[in-house]
């Protein structure tokens, strides 16, 4: 398939193979710029001099030589780090529908996490998106990101080559004992991307007009990222899925689920409402969170969880007026405390806080419970 448009070819033109594999260029020259699904720099700065090529498709590896994910990745988001904490080296799925703050998201994480370096991979984007993203989400953090960009009007084989890109890169900085976060946006678009070629070669279409070459590349791709082996970095990677109608169980969003190792959940009502992150706890999950947190950390995320659910089972009768309170206490409690839940997870753009500072504000939260 061609990677672009085909005009000047014609039958007869001669192909000469060039007898490599796919690669891209790596190394440190890489960091501070943005490059194209081929590599090339899409900045107007000099050409980029790489230290090798690494090849696009790779085999994930001996998942028993992998190290076990034992260290905290910290975002400085405080719903994350406390509620739903992630490790160095887990790969997570941020499930969203449009325009609830997946790209404001990531540029948090991007400028706050502590990973040594960050790989970002922008699939299927409006090229208005690209640029806004870049100054304003990502801002000073572009001196340790490496952006890799294929936009909606590219070809499906650019776009799929994006991601591979992206995640091909990310290993060579792994390789180098380096802390990489990978963040992909959005899977959705690279799988239409793949659903775009497999339906041009005669596959049959499945689920949504799907073809089963997705669901078998998904994991291929995904299973790249996670912790390296003794002697190496690791990948925390962060993926995207654009969930269709806001449908969280449509095909793709299914598939990713049931691979990454936790999932965050987007939602448009709460984004509506006005916070930001507009995370659904209820609905997310970290899968590494009972390893990471200690004891004392479980229990307070317990409690909260707990008086989260208690309103959230409510909300429509204390919206409407119908609940009176000394009714059930623990609903009281729940309504009372609130307001200072709400404040807890929300979170300006150009606000960080540790994770110690954010247990510390749950701390209180809950004291005002006991009280």
């Given amino acids: 398939m061609p990677f672009a448009d085909l005009h000047g070819i014609r039958p007869g033109s001669e192909i000469v193979a060039t007898g490599r594999v796919a690669r891209v260029p790596v190394g440190q020259a890489l960091l501070g710029r943005i490059v194209d699904s081929l590599g090339a720099p899409l900045d107007n700065l000099p050409a980029i001099k790489p230290e090798r090529f690494r090849s696009l498709y790779a085999e994930p590896g001996n998942p028993i030589q992998r190290q076990r994910i034992s260290r905290i990745f910290e975002t400085r988001i405080r719903a994350i ?70 936009t909606a009007e590219q070809s499906a084989l650019l776009r799929s080559h994006a991601a591979f890109t992206a995640t091909a890169i990310a290993e060579h900085f792994r390789d180098q004992g380096l802390s990489v976060a990978l963040m992909l946006d959005s899977l959705t678009r690279f799988a239409m991307a793949r659903r775009e070629i497999g339906l041009s070669v005669g596959e049959p279409p499945t689920a949504r007009g799907y073809t089963p070459s997705v669901f078998a590349i998904l994991p291929k791709l995904l299973e790249r990222s996670g912790p390296g082996t003794a002697n190496a970095g690791s990948i925390t990677a962060l993926y995207t899925v654009l969930v269709e109608g806001d449908d969280l169980n449509e095909p793709v969003a299914d598939h990713v689920r049931a691979i990454v190792d936790g999932h965050l959940v987007l939602s448009r009502e709460i984004a509506n409402r006005g916070r930001y992150p507009s995370l659904d706890i209820l609905q997310s999950i970290s899968r590494l969170f009972s390893q990471l947190a200690t004891r004392d950390e479980r229990k307070q995320v317990e409690a909260l969880f707990e008086l989260i659910s208690t309103y959230e089972e409510s909300r429509d009768l204390i919206g409407l007026g119908a609940y009176k309170a000394g009714a059930n206490k623990q609903l009281d409690r729940a309504v009372k405390l609130m307001p200072k839940i709400e404040a807890f997870l ?26």
């Fill in 81 to 150: 780090d406390t509620l739903l904490t992630i490790g160095v080296g887990q790969r997570l799925g941020i499930f969203a529908g449009s325009g609830v703050g997946k790209s404001s998201l990531l540029g948090m994480i991007a400028q706050n996490s502590q990973a040594d370096i960050n790989v970002i991979a922008l699939i299927g984007e409006r090229g208005r998106e690209v640029r806004d993203f870049v100054e304003i989400h990502l801002g000073d953090a572009l001196k340790r990101s490496v952006v890799v960009v294929a």
């Fill in 346 to 371: 929300k979170q300006a753009l150009d606000e960080a806080t540790s994770r110690q500072d954010a247990y510390a504000a749950l701390q209180r939260i809950l004291k005002d419970e006991a009280a």
